[in-house]
């Protein structure tokens, strides 16, 4: 049996950078499937491309419509090929409509002086001390995730405001996998709306773009395997309607895997 | 005379969602035009569109290309209208040839619950008792800025490696120019990438992936009329040939107009 990532991921090719494929129940959200895995879909894509080039570096997704449960169709289409870098245009349709437009950049890395910037938080006690999230009344994709927060800092929706939306967690496939550049992808959208943290309350939200940063190549990712990835979340603004929300993810070394950023529709 | 920045962004309609424009010399960087003006050029494509509903949310162009001096032809089509948000998929051609890729989301806003969460930095001087930062050698696109440092953080390029990248400036159009949509995404590529900073010496780099999130609405951006924004930038990783910088950009007044995020190429 293939693990229910990877089969929410099948494609079929279709020819003319066409791909056909359909949402997982394992994988459903409050309406449709969760993001996360769409911008797997969506990258995954341009990764199983007869044409690739490289490993991915940046991919936006922008979720245009919600997904019906059912089948849809995904066009990646290699608009630039250079020596080292390719862009792609990515677009997911159902019923012929737009329901998920994108871009990814991938590019052939090569050694060059490398250092990090960002400092991985030495306070964040190991994941094997931590509890799960349990999962009462989520929806099923949260399921798919082992999560464990960094003590008091799992979102609390009692009502009361915070005064701020920072919060860390661990993170894996349940059950696990080995990590690879389309379930990093989707990690990037399992941050809990940052409005619920910060107002202690659920609200009717959407990503309306999502953009995540590849910083590993596929070496990191293969040392990584299927342990725990560290993520750290927070918004910046909350403002008319719309709020951003940014994240790094880690691998348990301490190595920075990718970051993340998104806006997010809300309505109160 | 229009000012330079509104040369460099003028469209000419030629129908099917196609526009006709040319590169401006004033904002000439070391090989083609400035990324800024590229992003702000295919935003404009949209703003200007009659299809056109609400405000720019989030934005992404990648560079696939550089752009040689002279004429290019913007494609900005709505692939997807909502009732409150419309999605754009945005490509530059130059001689047929994709030269940038991009996305765009617009969105009319409402009035919700808002709240800032990032601090503006209570010790950045006023703009006033700042000097302008001279631009002996520096490509054309720095001298239509006026960018004045926080004391100490302009970048030193005198080759000794720094603990971080972090930077602060005040940053307006020159000569002043009314904040609107456009000039805040091209404000958004205005910050010295990341690794002159880090390493204190300049590279061969260049931004691939470049993503604007607007916070402010039309109302604030008219507000700020004129005067001095505040760009805080940072790098989170340098590792084989990429790194991204981030940066959020400040009225006068302290209110949160935008955040962006790139990934930029590098050689050693």
Redesign the interface.
Known sequence: MPHDFDAALRLAPQGDHRFAGATHPAYANMVGPYGGVTAAVLLNAALQHPQRLGDP??L?V?F??PLADGGFEVEARP??T?RS?Q?W?L?LTQGG???A???A?F?A??????????EFPADMPAAAGLARLSGGGAPPWTQRYDMRFAPGEAPRLDGRLQP??RSRLWVRDEPPRPLDFASLAAICDCFFP?IFV??GQPAPIGT??L?C?F???AALLAAQGERHLLGCA?????????F?Q?A?VWSDDGQ?LA?T?Q?V????
Do not use: K
Not at 109 to 118: F, G, H, L, M
Not at 234 to 242: I, T
């Open positions: 570096i940046a936006t922008n245009a419509a608009v630039r250079n870098t862009h245009q677009t409509e737009a329901a437009t994108g871009t950049v590019a890395r090569r050694d060059t002086w490398s250092a990090p910037e960002a701020h939306s940052r910060r107002r309306v773009s953009t940063f910083h590993a190549d927070r918004g910046l603004n909350f403002r008319r309607g719309y951003d940014s790094e920075l970051s950023h806006m529709y809300y309505r109160e």
